[in-house]
């Protein structure tokens, strides 16, 4: 009794600084070594952007502009291949109706970053950093893998939608696996930009999100997609005479927009500022401007996807192959044979929808989608490098050169891209880009739950932890995702038409529910479940803050 009520009064009687309650767990910084004082680490880029000075304003441009950057790379997740390939699909499939599913989708995906930014500005750590603090060995080996697999999927998609793109340019002379093996080069040539400023790196995913908008931009003023109809579909929450395939589009436009590395990816790019944590004023205007910026990028990203949309609406929504075909021989487009004459739906994708595009608007459409596809791959293979190199460096606290970290986790994940680019031709990749969508559907929890309970956590957020409102509107939103995504999982699994597959599917659901259960266990006691906290019951501890941060000082724990 006398040992647990010296832990309480530790958390009462720790001292403040600057408005910030600094007890053993409020700075959760990695514990000093002599190694680590001996040769400095970082696991993000050298610099930091410093803050400007501003006396008694509410609001400065200034000081905007100096938090710029972190969100806008975060928003290129939002625009990568496969969000670009979902987009056109629920135009060609469900025409505007979709949109506002789109919207909705890109706010909820708002306020899942404005978590992952403020765990990191508030800790000075990432998500995968407080993860290897708080989750024991074996969960957090599970984590690890899970995320890992979560980057694969996504940076196969990224890196295949560069080399279609390349195949598209060439008109087909650079085969998809030749594609592959450029992007590779060059994204390694991008991933060192950084040596030149962190200030030019962001200015050069700028730049590729200018690319994009200007791309995608050209086809809508080319198509003039009607724009009460858009605006109809953006803001009127219903879908008339809509089955099965447009509540699946929907399914997949919430699966492809909310992505889980993207979470990790944004807890750590917010390091990249010079903020003096201890001081509670700069925390919290860090988190205001971090929030508008991310407002900012969100939007011009939505704003593109709707580009997408509203293009395959106008143009495509209930067209025939026949139709398609006829109007590919009348221009004189190749790839005629991707359309059989038959009066079946038009059924397309990212290289499917570069050749739609030439066939009714000209070489120049084709051209140009072929840009913004390659721009979108291009920066998105990038950023899911870096979320690669983030998730390893928390998970497994390496402390290798950063040439041996960007050549493991890009190997990791450029290996079975390469192998799918050889052994798959350019024509016949929705199949495995339906996979790869569940894949990544099925790793949402093992993102979204941990950032709603250490943000929910007041012994590390202090005064910047998760109000009532906010724990109870996030862990609907995150239950809401997670179900819309088991749907879009079962309804792939039941579609594949094979008993053995479904045993396997069952088996390894058993598994995956047991741990996602584990880890909604310890977030709904960071919630302040208190029935489910049976640590303390049993007498481990009274306080579920201590209880939960098992792994985050040895010393003191044993010391204690």
């Known amino acids: ?10 958390f009462k009687d720790s001292p403040q600084e600057n408005g910030v309650q600094t007890n053993q767990y409020s700075s ?58 979902s987009d056109l699909q629920s135009g060609a499939k469900a025409g505007f109706k979709l949109l506002w599913v789109l919207l909705g989708a890109t706010i909820i995906g708002l306020l899942l970053q404005r978590l992952a930014a403020r765990l990191g500005v508030v800790t000075g750590m990432h ?18 893998l899970m995320v890992e697999l979560a980057i694969i999927g996504s940076d196969m998609q990224e890196v ?66 009607d724009q009460r109809e858009v605006l109809k579909g953006m803001f009127i929450p219903y879908c008339a005479d809509c089955g099965p395939v447009q509540l699946e589009q929907a ?7 909310i992505m889980p590395h993207n979470i990790y990816l944004h807890s750590a790019l917010v390091k990249s500022r010079d903020i003096d944590r201890k001081n509670k004023k700069e925390v919290k205007e860090a988190n205001k401007y971090f929030f508008i910026e991310s407002t900012i990028a969100l939007f011009i990203s939505f704003l593109i996807n709707v580009f997408v949309v509203a293009v395959f609406a106008q143009a495509f929504y209930n067209k025939t192959n026949m139709e398609v075909n006829e109007s590919c021989n009348a221009t004189g487009i190749p790839h005629t044979d991707l359309f059989p004459l038959n009066n079946g739906t038009l059924e397309v ?72 680019a050889i052994f798959q031709d350019v024509q016949h990749l929705t199949g495995m880009n339906d996979f790869l969508n569940v894949l990544q559907s099925m790793q949402l929890p093992f993102a979204l739950i941990p950032i709603l309970t250490f943000t929910s956590l007041t012994s590390i957020m202090n005064d910047f932890a998760n109000g009532l ?23 792939y699994v039941t579609s594949l038409n094979s008993v053995l597959l479904y045993v396997l599917a069952a088996l390894l659901s058993l598994a995956y529910l047991c741990f996602v ?10 919630l302040g479940v208190s029935c489910l906290d049976f640590g303390s019951r049993m007498g481990l501890s009274r306080h579920t803050d201590i209880y939960l941060l098992t792994d985050m000082d040895t010393d003191n724990l044993v010391e204690r």
Not at 196 to 214: D, N, Q
Request: aromatic fraction near 14%.
């Open 251 to 257: 399914v997949g436009i919430v699966g492809a927009v």
């Open 1 to 10: 009794m006398n040992g647990e009520k010296n832990e309480q009064s530790k």
């Open 349 to 420: 994708d990212i290289y499917k929808g570069g050749v739609v595009l030439g066939c009714f608007f000209g070489p120049a459409a084709l051209y140009i989608w072929a840009i913004g596809i390659l721009a979108a791959g291009q920066s998105s293979t990038m950023t899911g490098t870096y979320s690669g190199q983030f998730v390893m460096e928390g998970f497994l606290n390496l402390r290798w050169s950063r040439f041996a970290r960007v050549l493991l986790t890009r190997s990791i994940a450029i290996t079975p891209t390469l192998l799918v």
């Open 127 to 144: 998500l995968a950093e407080v993860c290897n603090r708080q989750y024991p060995t074996v969960p957090r080996i599970i984590l690890w």
């Open 160 to 225: 295949i939608g560069c080399a279609i793109a390349l195949n598209l340019l060439s008109v087909g002379k650079i085969p998809l696996w030749a594609g592959v093996l450029i992007t590779i080069t060059d994204t390694f040539v991008f991933l060192f930009l950084d040596k030149y400023g962190l200030r030019k790196l962001e200015a050069f995913f700028g730049f590729l999100i200018t690319v994009m908008a200007l791309s995608f931009g050209y086809e809508y003023v080319l198509v003039k997609p």
């Open 28 to 85: 959760i910084s990695p514990p000093a070594s002599p190694v680590a004082q001996d040769d400095p680490f970082s696991t993000y880029f050298e610099e930091k952007v410093p803050i400007p000075e501003s006396v008694n304003q509410a609001f400065s441009f200034r000081k905007l502009w100096a938090f710029t950057g972190p969100g806008f790379l975060m928003s290129i997740a939002y625009l990568d291949p496969g969000n670009i390939e």
């Open 469 to 491: 409102v906010w724990k109870i509107s996030g862990g609907i939103v995150i239950l809401v995702v997670c179900a819309i995504n088991m749907y879009f999982v079962v309804v």
């Open 517 to 526: 259960c584990y880890l909604a266990w310890h977030c709904l006691v960071a």
